[in-house]
T-cell receptor, first 107, second 121 residues
Framework: EVVMTQSPATLSVPPGESATLSCRASQSVSINLAWYQQKPGQAPRLVIYGTSTRATGIPARFSGSGSGTEFTLTISSLQSEDFAVYFC??????????FGGGTKVEI | QVQLQESGPGLVKPSETLSLTCSVSGYSITSGYYWDWIRQPPGKGPQWIGGVYHSGGTHYNPSLRSRLTLSVDTSRNQFSLNLRSVTAADTAVYHCARRGHNGGQYFFDFWGQGTLITVSS
């Protein structure tokens, strides 16, 4: 099973600044990596797939990069609606599909 | 817009069977995609449970395979989960979600809000 490790667990960022979230895989997952945003009491929302492709409706301030075992989600100029928990998920080596433990982005 | 809504008992006793249903609106299950279950224990990251195709084909998490049955009801545009012999470790928010099925695009593009399932006597 591929273990996904996210860091940091919590990221405190002022509105308008940038946030950089990391996700590491225990073995190569190529570029088959997705990011999700989750707010309390809401359904998770797909943000990025294929490491760097933004999902429908996701603003350009969200960008993803990486390959193999190291991945990054960058949110530039944080808006109030961006404060949430973000999870990464690999879909290269399965079953099972595996997720990271999450990074909480807070003010 | 694709919408998914979970329904279930909320509370299940240890050793009993957990049954959940996901109702899909805005998209026909028979049009494609896999239809999956994902759970999130309190304070932890999500865990993929398994998925079902409209033809009945399934993918299971090996760690849950021995206790798990997934099924689909195309006439009602719903799919279901049965998890047998539950323990406290099965306490989690259970989400249903749509997963891509072409070209290895196995990410989850639509999710339900989730339903909290507590295993307790």
């Amino acid at each position: 099973e591929v273990v996904m490790t996210q860091s940091p667990a919590t990221l405190s960022v002022p509105p308008g600044e940038s946030a950089t979230l990391s996700c590491r895989a225990s073995q190569s997952v190529s570029i088959n990596l997705a990011w999700y945003q989750q707010k309390p009491g809401q359904a998770p929302r797909l943000v990025i797939y294929g490491t760097s492709t933004r999902a429908t409706g996701i603003p350009a301030r969200f960008s993803g990069s990486g390959s193999g075992t190291e991945f990054t989600l960058t949110i530039s100029s944080l808006q109030s609606e961006d404060f949430a928990v973000y999870f990464c998920q690999q879909y290269n080596n399965w079953p099972p599909f595996t997720f990271g433990g999450g990074t909480k982005v807070e003010i | 817009q694709v919408q998914l809504q979970e329904s279930g008992p909320g509370l299940v006793k240890p050793s009993e069977t957990l049954s959940l249903t996901c109702s899909v609106s805005g998209y026909s299950i028979t049009s494609g995609y896999y239809w999956d279950w994902i759970r999130q224990p309190p304070g932890k990251g999500p865990q993929w449970i398994g998925g079902v195709y409209h033809s009945g084909g399934t993918h299971y998490n090996p760690s849950l395979r021995s206790r798990l049955t997934l099924s689909v009801d195309t006439s009602r545009n719903q799919f279901s989960l049965n998890l047998r012999s539950v323990t406290a470790a099965d306490t989690a928010v259970y989400h249903c979600a749509r997963r891509g099925h072409n070209g290895g695009q196995y990410f989850f593009d639509f999710w339900g809000q989730g339903t909290l399932i507590t295993v307790s006597s």
